[in-house]
């Protein structure tokens, strides 16, 4: 009897152990599924800034039997570690690409609200590249004097089923960059991909190569 019964509990041991293996191996295959999107990610970006590739440095901060594995990514001459360890090098890698691309994610999102909030002249233009990209209807702007006390205009826009009501101004080109400068702000805010930071931050850069052109341009004539 006693032999039965020892015999009954290693066999539900051994089960057991099984299982629970057999789910660790699903939660790193799940998990490893997602955190690769992040490195297809990063290399999408780095290739996006014609630099060279993603340097990544992981380092066994544990022993030989029980290896717990951090890594650094460097990205354009930054860098980003991992503040976990994992059993897995594969996976402290995985992870350490999340790190750095939603690090510079952020920091993209940022310089376009900056932008954005600095300079509304492309806001319109913008709009119809983002509509674009999207592959949905150019914005519809419904504009219309207003008579009170001074002549002024009221905007508002139709985009991708949504109406969005402006701000009034003195002129009818300034009212429908401020309510496609409104519209902008709120999908910067809530965007999951990075398509309207992308497209504000390439009018950042144009921006920025016009200035230092008319920079150059003062220069020689002085």
């Not at 952020?106 to 310089?111: F, V």
């Not at 009221?154 to 496609?180: R, W």
């Not at 400068?181 to 990075?194: G, M, P, Q």
């Amino acid at each position: 009897m006693a032999d039965l019964r020892s015999r009954f509990w290693k066999e539900a041991i051994e089960s057991r152990i099984g299982f629970v293996a057999e789910v660790v191996k699903i939660t790193v295959k799940v998990s490893s599924r997602g955190h690769l999107v992040y490195r297809c990610l990063l290399h999408q970006h780095v290739q996006k800034l014609r630099k060279p590739p993603s340097v990544y440095q992981t380092q066994n901060e544990g022993s030989d039997h029980n290896p717990r594995f951090r890594s650094t990514v460097s990205v354009d001459g930054v860098s980003y570690t991992s503040s976990n360890t994992f059993q897995l090098r594969k996976m402290a890698e995985l992870d350490v690409s999340r790190i750095a691309y939603t690090a510079i994610t952020q920091k993209k999102k940022t310089e376009a609200l900056q932008f954005i909030q600095q300079d509304k002249t492309y806001c319109k233009s913008i709009m119809v590249e983002f509509a674009s990209k999207k592959n949905i209807r150019i914005p519809v702007y419904q504009t219309k004097h207003l008579k009170v006390p001074v002549l002024v205009f009221h905007s508002k826009l139709l985009f991708n089923s949504g109406t969005y009501p402006g701000d009034i101004a003195k002129s009818k080109k300034e009212v429908e960059q401020l309510v496609a400068h409104s519209v902008i702000i709120n999908i910067l805010a809530s965007e999951s991909d990075t398509d309207m930071t992308d497209i504000v931050n390439s009018k950042l850069r144009h921006n920025k190569e016009i200035k230092r052109i008319q920079i150059s341009s003062h220069v020689l004539k002085a």
